[in-house]
């Protein structure tokens, strides 16, 4: 489609004023990590990058760091497992109230963090059969995982939908047992897929607050470390740059995921063999 240079500067505008509205206030942000002073005020005094080495020294921060690569690794696994079997279910099998199903897994992420997390710390307070669970790390990665199993599970059935099942079916035909041909047929179509839907659910799970501040009890998470130093004065230039590690490291896996995603286009979508 060809544009005349008025609606392509029209264009330009919209986006440049669309990106300025996202991202104004982080690159405020990252310049007050960068700030060589302790009192945040604008504009900056100068540039300084102390601030990160003692982001880096402080052992609260980094053993919230580590708490948060701790989880997020525990709840993409159990997403990778639960999402990748429903939508194995979903989309290869018809049965009844298969579309209820597709929807209530979907749920979970649209649900009010505050309201998921309630609930959970109202059934792990009085867990049925065990009788309660302690709050910590295996309570923040169930927690996690309620909505991390979303996005696996939207981009593994999204993947299916578009794959040819007549390859799965020639490949029966041909002698091969279901794990040959899930080795060999499904799992390369789906690879970019489920790796993608990985990455997204780290990314989640990295950056999430609410679910976590009722499921964490006595330790802390990198965003709960934030937040519960973010109004102490000396802390600040601190808080600020650990802000911008945390904006790196997740801003990382969503543009892998991105990539993987956009690049993808040599999977089999439903023509005959």
Same mark, same amino acid.
């Given at each position: 489609?060809?544009?005349?240079?008025?609606?392509?500067?029209?264009?330009?505008?919209?986006?440049?004023?669309?990106?300025?509205?996202?991202?104004?206030?982080?690159?405020?942000?990252?310049?007050?990590?960068?700030?060589?002073?302790?009192?945040?005020?604008?504009?900056?005094?100068?540039?300084?990058?102390?601030?990160?080495?003692?982001?880096?020294?402080?052992?609260?921060?980094?053993?919230?760091?580590?708490?948060?690569?701790?989880?997020?690794?525990?709840?993409?696994?159990?997403?990778?497992?639960?999402?990748?079997?429903?939508?194995? !279910?979903?989309?290869?099998?018809?049965?009844?109230?298969?579309?209820?199903?597709?929807?209530?897994?979907?749920?979970?992420?649209?649900?009010?963090?505050?309201?998921?997390?309630?609930?959970?710390? !109202?059934?792990?307070?009085?867990?049925?059969?065990?009788?309660?669970?302690?709050?910590?790390?295996?309570?923040?990665?169930?927690?996690?995982?309620?909505?991390?199993?979303?996005?696996?599970?939207?981009?593994?059935?999204?993947?299916?939908?578009?794959?040819?099942?007549?390859?799965?079916?020639?490949?029966?035909?041909?002698?091969?047992?279901?794990?040959?041909?899930?080795?060999?047929?499904?799992?390369?179509?789906?690879?970019?897929?489920?790796?993608?839907?990985?990455?997204?659910?780290?990314?989640?799970?990295?950056?999430?607050?609410?679910?976590?501040?009722?499921?964490?009890?006595?330790?802390?998470?990198?965003?709960?470390?934030?937040?519960?130093?973010?109004?102490?004065?000396?802390?600040?230039?601190?808080?600020?740059?650990?802000?911008?590690? !945390?904006?790196?490291?997740?801003?990382?896996?969503?543009?892998?995921?991105?990539?993987?995603?956009?690049?993808?286009?040599?999977?089999?979508?439903?023509?005959?063999?």
């Amino acid at each position: 489609m060809v544009h005349s240079p008025l609606v392509r500067r029209l264009l330009w505008l919209g986006s440049g004023i669309t990106l300025a509205f996202l991202y104004l206030p982080i690159v405020v942000l990252v310049l007050y990590a960068f700030n060589s002073a302790r009192v945040q005020r604008w504009p900056i005094d100068g540039f300084s990058t102390k601030w990160f080495g003692e982001a880096f020294g402080n052992d609260g921060a980094r053993d919230a760091l580590l708490m948060s690569v701790r989880v997020a690794l525990g709840a993409t696994g159990v997403a990778l497992l639960l999402g990748s079997l429903a939508a194995f !279910a979903v989309a290869r099998y018809s049965f009844f109230g298969r579309d209820t199903v597709s929807f209530l897994l979907v749920i979970p992420i649209a649900l009010p963090g505050i309201v998921t997390g309630m609930a959970l710390n !109202a059934s792990f307070s009085d867990a049925p059969v065990v009788g309660g669970l302690s709050l910590g790390l295996v309570t923040v990665v169930i927690g996690h995982a309620t909505f991390c199993i979303v996005v696996v599970y939207n981009n593994v059935v999204a993947r299916l939908r578009r794959m040819s099942s007549s390859l799965e079916e020639a490949s029966a035909d041909l002698g091969a047992t279901p794990w040959q041909t899930f080795r060999y047929i499904t799992f390369p179509g789906l690879r970019t897929a489920v790796l993608a839907g990985a990455l997204l659910a780290f990314a989640l799970s990295f950056d999430e607050v609410i679910v976590t501040t009722f499921t964490v009890g006595d330790e802390q998470t990198l965003p709960i470390w934030i937040l519960r130093n973010f109004s102490r004065p000396n802390q600040g230039p601190i808080v600020n740059a650990v802000a911008v590690i !945390a904006i790196v490291l997740s801003i990382i896996p969503v543009y892998v995921a991105q990539r993987m995603i956009a690049g993808d286009s040599d999977v089999p979508t439903g023509g005959r063999l």
